[in-house]
């Protein structure tokens, strides 16, 4: 059914066909991702229950918040464990200080996320050659300090494409460049790395650092951290070349291979993995099973996922594409409402720039566009 209610251009709405359940209550699972700074997950979760109910007001509507390892992994963990987040300062960009929510879980478990203490939602200006990880390295320290056994880091939405020194360099390693002066800070500065001292380099807690990637790219090459994701952090072409010849000088300094996941946030899987010892898994995983996602999806007739970008990349083991294959396999409909869906996917969804008639008009007002979009799916619920 079309929406015509905006003065813009109809969007076409799928129907959902859900025989047996005539007269019947349905149980509605919604479970986004963040739409990136614009919304956060527990947001855009509410957001489209709120919607749901205005159409179908005797519907069940639970809300599950996902994240793959950046923007919301704390806030999805946190709620997974009803547990509150606790604060941390740390220098943020531009000569600011900033304060990062972490979780502290009872087996001593610290969850701590890249993109609150360094990410690009932090920029006033993009910065692709200077921008650092340091301060996702002083949050590392503050934690550590606070008895962590165990570190969990969620990498993604990071700012910066430097290898994760900057994180290490807060942690105690040295970074020097040509005559043995101190590298300056940034991935800029890489391609000039001439040796590395990691004796200060605090140690691992008791029980390790695991690493949640939100992607599966290598630290260099064409699907690498420079290529693929520099651009998105404002680098232009002779920029990525730079940041390319910095991150494999980082990793002929270091002497250690490269592998899967290593190019998260900037190659900051790399660092920790190969320089801390830290080890590494896809953050979707970890997040749907703390959050109890098997078991919601099993309880549940339709589900409702989304994220701020929908394309071929996101059903490559990122959150909202394991959410639509993991609804498939159990034969419930999923419908992925986007802010922008791009290129053509086998995955049902529906774009709120359509819905509101632009990007702009979108992003100006998105959980008011994610309440029309749940709202008008519910509307088109065919249950005979």
Known sequence: MPIASTGHA?????????????????????????????????????ALADGWRTARPGDAVTTLPVADGGEGTVEALALAASTEPRLARVSGPHGSVVEVPWLLLEDGTAVVELAAACGLGLMRTLDPLGADTQPLGELLAHVLDAGARRVLVGLGGSASTDGG???????????????????PRGGGSLPDLSGLDVRDLRP?????VHLLTDVDSPLVGPDGAAHVFGPQKGAGPADVELLERGLRRLREVVGEPDTAGDGAAGGT?????????????????????????????????????????????????????????????EGRPCVVVAGRVAGQTPATSLSLSDLAGSPSASLGEPARWLREAAAALAREVVTG
Not at 285 to 305: K, M, P, Q, S
Request: hydrophobic share 40%; proline share 7%.
């Open 165 to 183: 020194t900057g994180a290490l360099r807060a942690l105690g390693a040295r970074l020097a460049g040509p005559r043995g002066h101190v590298l």
């Open 204 to 208: 691992l807690p008791p029980d390790g």
């Open 269 to 329: 899987g790399y660092g920790l993995r190969a320089i801390w010892g830290a080890t590494s898994s896809p953050g979707a995983t970890h997040v749907l099973e703390a959050a109890g996602f098997a078991r919601a999806l099993t309880d549940c007739d339709v589900v409702l996922t989304g994220e701020g970008s929908f394309d071929a990349q996101s059903l490559a083991g990122k959150i909202v594409g394991q959410v639509v294959d993991a609804a498939r396999r």
């Open 10 to 46: 109809p969007a076409s709405v799928p129907t959902l066909h859900l025989p047996g359940r005539q007269g019947r209550p349905l149980r509605v699972l919604a479970c986004p991702d963040s739409f990136k700074t614009s919304l956060s997950a527990a947001d855009a979760a509410r």
